[in-house]
C-alpha cells in the first residue's frame, strides 16, 4: 500500500528530486536503521516474494527516508512537514498516511535515529528549499550560504525585475550611459519633465500664433475669423505693426513693473518673447539677408503668418530699445525652444 | 532571467494615430468658441494642453495602460464627464497606496516617489511596473512631441 500510495504521485517528484539530494547521507541513514523487515510487514498488504523483494525495496529506498522522517517523533514529523509543504499537494499528502499508521513500530527506533535524522533533516532542509522554488515556481535557484526564506527570494526577484526594467528605460532615455542608478534614475526624471514642457510648449506656440494673428487683424479693424483675413491682417504694411508695437512695448513695461510673469504671459500672448539684446543682434545677423522677402502665407490660423516679415525689422527697431536696466529686449518669436524656433523665423 | 515574466511589451502605435486623435480634438476645440480675446490666452492654452494630453492617452491604448486611464480619468474629472472603468482599479490604487506607505527607507523608493509624482497614476502602482509605464510614458510622450512639431512646421508659413 505504501509503495501505490508513494510511487505514482511521487515518482515524479520524488525521484527527481531524490536525485539531487545526498544520496550518501540517506543510504547511510537507512542502513543505520534497522527497520526494514518491519517496515514491510506492516505496511505492504501482502509481502513480497524475494526477487521482487529487492526492487520493491529500491523503490523503498527512495521513499523510505522521506516517510521515515515523517514517522518518528513529532518535532521531525513537523520539521518534514515544513520540508514538504513546499511540494505540490500530491506529493506531500501521501506523506500524511504513513505517519499515522507507521508511527507505533517507527517509534522505538526514533529515540535512537533523532540525532542522526535531525542532522540529515537539516541537510535535506536546505536541499529541498534549494528544490522547492526550482519545481514549484521557476526561481533562481537558492546558493547555500544565502539566506533561503522567502522574503529575500522575493525580494531578490523584486530587485531583478527592476533592474531589467530601467535597462529598458536607458536606452530610450538620451545620455542614458550613466552606470549609477541614482543618475540615472535622475535623467529619466528630468527627461520626462522636459517632454511634459515641451508639450507644453508646443501647445502654446500653436496657440501663439493664432492670438497673434487674431489681435493683429483686430487692430486692423474687424477680424472675420477665417483664416484669409487673418492672413490679410498679418500682411499689414509696417506702420500699424510699428503702432501695435509701440502700444505693446508700453504695456508691457507697465506690467513689468508689478510683476515679471504676468508680462511674460502677455507677451506670450501676442507670440512675441523677451530676449537679451545679445541674442536679438544673433538672430537679426541670421536673418537680415532673408527679412526682405515675404510670402504671403495660405497657412491656417495655426500658423505665424507675418512672423517673417516683421522680425528683421522689429528686431531692428528693438535693438535700440532698452526696456529695463537688464538689457532685455522684445522680440519676434513664438516660443524659446532653441534651435527650431530661430530656424522657422528666419524662412523666407 | 529565471523570473518567468512575459516579454516587456513597449510599442506605441505609429505616429499617424497621435496625429489622428491629436487632429479629431484639435477640430473639437474649433467648433466650440476657440477663437477668443488675446486676454484669455492661458485658458486657451490650458485647453490644447489638456487636448494633447487626452488624444496622446486615446491614442496610446485608450484604458489598456494604467497611465492612460489616470489621466483621461483626471480630464474628466475637470469636466465632470462621468468616465466607465472597472471598479478593480480603485481597490488596487487603495491597497497599492498602503504597501507603498511602508517603502520610503529604501533609498530607491524615495527616488521612485518623484517619478511616481511625475507620471499620472503613478501612485497606484508598484516599482517594477512603475518604470514599465514610465518606459511606456515617455515613448508615448516623444511622440505627441513629434506630431505636435510636424504640425507646427508644416502649418506655419513658409
Redesign the interface.
Known amino acids: 500500500m505504501l509503495d501505490s500510495l508513494l510511487t505514482p504521485s511521487t515518482s515524479s517528484h520524488m525521484q527527481t528530486s531524490a536525485t539531487t539530494f545526498d544520496h550518501k547521507d540517506f543510504l547511510n541513514h537507512i542502513f543505520a536503521s534497522a527497520p526494514w523487515p518491519s517496515v514491510d510487514e506492516t505496511h505492504a498488504p501482502q509481502p513480497p516474494p524475494s526477487d521482487v523483494f529487492v526492487d520493491s525495496r529500491n523503490q523503498q529506498i527512495m521513499m523510505m527516508p522521506l516517510s521515515s522522517h515523517h514517522q518518528n517523533d513529532n518535532v521531525d514529523g513537523s520539521s518534514a512537514h515544513a520540508l514538504y509543504s513546499g511540494f505540490s499537494a500530491t506529493g506531500s499528502r501521501p506523506f500524511h498516511i504513513p505517519q499515522g499508521s507507521g508511527g507505533g513500530p517507527m517509534h522505538q527506533q526514533g529515540q535512537t535515529q533523532r540525532q542522526p535524522q535531525q542532522q540529515a533533516s537539516a541537510s535535506t532542509d536546505t536541499g529541498g528549499t534549494a528544490v522547492s522554488p526550482s519545481q514549484s515556481r521557476t526561481k533562481v535557484r537558492a546558493r547555500r550560504g544565502q539566506a533561503t526564506d522567502p522574503h529575500s527570494i522575493a525580494e531578490r526577484l523584486r530587485r531583478e525585475r527592476i533592474a531589467e526594467r530601467m535597462k529598458a528605460l536607458q536606452e530610450l532615455v538620451p545620455n542614458g550611459n550613466k552606470t549609477d542608478k541614482a543618475s540615472m534614475l535622475d535623467e529619466i526624471i528630468d527627461y520626462v519633465k522636459f517632454l511634459q514642457l515641451q508639450v507644453k510648449v508646443l501647445s502654446m506656440s500653436r496657440l501663439g500664433g493664432a492670438a497673434y494673428v487674431s489681435s493683429q487683424s483686430s487692430e486692423a479693424g474687424g477680424s472675420h475669423g477665417s483664416a484669409s483675413s487673418a492672413v490679410a491682417g498679418g500682411n499689414q504694411p509696417t506702420g500699424n505693426s510699428n503702432d501695435g508695437l509701440t502700444m505693446t512695448e508700453h504695456q508691457v513695461a507697465k506690467l513689468m513693473e508689478e510683476d515679471m510673469g504676468s508680462a511674460m504671459q502677455y507677451l506670450q500672448g501676442k507670440g512675441l518673447c523677451l530676449m537679451p539684446i545679445s541674442l536679438a543682434t544673433a538672430i537679426s545677423t541670421a536673418t537680415s539677408h532673408t527679412r526682405n522677402s515675404l510670402i504671403p502665407g495660405a497657412g491656417d490660423v495655426g500658423g505665424r503668418p507675418s512672423s517673417s516679415n516683421l522680425s528683421g525689422k522689429t528686431v531692428q527697431t528693438m535693438n535700440t530699445l532698452k526696456l529695463n536696466s537688464n538689457g532685455n529686449c522684445m522680440a519676434e518669436g513664438s516660443s524659446s525652444i532653441a534651435v527650431k524656433e530661430a530656424v522657422s523665423i528666419s524662412k523666407p | 532571467?529565471?523570473?518567468?515574466?512575459k516579454p516587456?511589451n513597449?510599442d506605441v502605435p505609429e505616429k499617424d494615430v497621435f496625429a489622428l486623435h491629436f487632429l479629431q480634438s484639435l477640430s473639437n476645440l474649433r467648433r466650440q468658441n476657440t477663437?477668443n480675446?488675446?486676454?484669455k490666452?492661458?485658458d486657451?492654452?490650458k485647453k490644447?494642453?489638456k487636448?494633447?494630453?487626452v488624444s496622446m492617452a486615446r491614442a496610446a491604448g485608450g484604458t489598456s495602460r494604467l497611465w492612460s486611464r489616470a489621466l483621461l480619468r483626471r480630464a474628466a474629472k475637470e469636466t465632470n464627464k462621468v468616465v466607465r472603468f472597472s471598479r478593480r482599479k480603485k481597490r488596487v490604487t487603495w491597497l497599492r497606496r498602503r504597501s507603498n506607505r511602508r517603502d520610503p527607507v529604501e533609498?530607491?523608493e524615495k527616488?521612485?516617489e518623484?517619478?511616481r509624482n511625475?507620471?499620472p497614476g503613478g501612485g497606484a502602482m508598484e516599482?517594477?511596473k512603475l518604470?514599465?509605464e514610465?518606459?511606456y510614458?515617455?515613448?508615448c510622450?516623444?511622440m505627441?512631441?513629434k506630431v505636435?512639431?510636424c504640425?507646427?512646421?508644416g502649418?506655419?508659413?513658409?
Request: charged fraction near 25%.
Open positions: 532571467m529565471a523570473s518567468a515574466d516587456i513597449t477663437f480675446s488675446p486676454e490666452t492661458n486657451r492654452v490644447i494642453k487636448a494633447a494630453y533609498e530607491e527616488e521612485a518623484r517619478l511625475l507620471v516599482t517594477s518604470i514599465e514610465t518606459a510614458y515617455i515613448k510622450l516623444s505627441q512631441v505636435m512639431q504640425l507646427v512646421d502649418l506655419s508659413p513658409k
